[in-house]
């Protein structure tokens, strides 16, 4: 079945990197997400990566997946207070019926001035 | 260009009380979705459809209908509502091999 886990915190400072890092259990997953959620908001999705790339990069985030491992991060260069949010990696496999996204349970990323 | 869009965004039910929660998508979109978000959770799949005509339970579909009479609307129906349905609920939309995407939410709180 599919699963996603997460980190549930991560605090660092501002002008540092951030790394939220994602495992998921499906092998056949076939996109792997990114979505911002900020308080009292909707889902904001940042990036997402086909499951057979190994990374993808977008100004300040750059995504990395290792299949061998089922592991996921993304990684926010010179992190802002304005990325305090939660961060929430998403599943969803394309050649099942419902194509549904399976969500972890989010991390909260908390950047310190 | 709308997206996808949720009515209400906000509702205060009694114990009990029904209501429908309204969601809308102007993208032509075959897969439509409701979500429940729970405090500190990630979300949860409540019912999903394929397409017109078809709906299909997901994970915690217990206290909650849906039909999809139209490509564009699936709206959600809670009958009889509950302290445990207090919640956010998220509908989204994708086409395959596609991104997902959502509507705002609709924050419930039953009493």
């Known amino acids: 079945g599919e699963d996603v886990e997460q980190s549930l915190f991560l605090s660092v400072r501002e002008g540092d990197s951030s790394v939220i890092n994602c495992t998921y259990t499906d092998s056949s997953s076939t996109y792997l997400y990114w979505y911002k959620q900020e308080p009292g908001a909707g889902l904001q999705l940042l990036t997402y990566?086909?499951?057979?790339?190994d990374m993808k990069q977008d100004q300040r985030l750059t995504v990395l997946l290792n299949k061998k491992d089922k592991h996921l991060s993304l990684r926010i260069a010179d992190t802002q207070t304005g990325d305090s949010a939660i961060y929430f990696c998403a599943e969803s496999i394309e050649d099942t019926g419902r194509r549904a996204l399976t969500f972890g349970s989010g991390t909260r990323l908390q950047v310190q001035p | 260009n709308a997206g996808v869009t949720q009515t209400p965004k906000f509702r205060i039910l009694k114990i009990g009380q029904s209501m429908t929660l309204q969601c809308t998508q102007d993208m032509n979109h075959n897969y439509m979705y409701w979500y429940r978000q729970d405090p500190g959770m990630g979300l949860k799949l409540i019912y999903y459809s394929v397409g017109a005509g078809i709906t299909d339970k997901g994970e915690v579909p217990n206290g909650y209908n849906v039909s999809r009479s139209t490509t564009e609307d699936f709206p959600l129906r809670l009958e009889l509502a509950a302290p445990s349905q207090t919640s956010v609920y998220f509908c989204a939309s994708k086409e395959r091999n596609t991104e997902a995407f959502f509507g705002q939410g609709t924050r419930l709180t039953v009493v």
């Open positions: 990566i086909f499951s057979n790339m």
